[in-house]
């Protein structure tokens, strides 16, 4: 894959980009190697929720079973 295209500063420089030239915030990320780089990084900043963690996923437990 070409890594420099799935960095979180490109990604971010780029869809800020399109925003300003299209006046359009960018509500899709096409990538064809989302688990090199920080595609899922850049999501997170453009979603507005920077570098905050995740919650931790935590399996359901069933009552009375």
């Known amino acids: ?3 420099p295209l799935t960095k979180r500063a490109f ?3 780029r869809a800020r980009q399109c ?3 299209r006046h359009h915030i960018p509500n899709l990320i ?3 190697f989302y688990d090199s780089g920080d595609v899922v ?3 997170r900043v453009l979603n507005g929720l920077g ?3 995740p919650a931790p996923i935590v399996p359901l437990q069933r ?3």
């Open 30 to 32: 096409l990538t064809d």
């Open 51 to 53: 570098d905050e963690k």
């Open 63 to 65: 009552v009375g079973s």
């Open 41 to 43: 990084g850049a999501a």
């Open 1 to 3: 894959p070409n890594l």
């Open 19 to 21: 925003e300003s030239e």
């Open 11 to 13: 990604i971010l420089h």
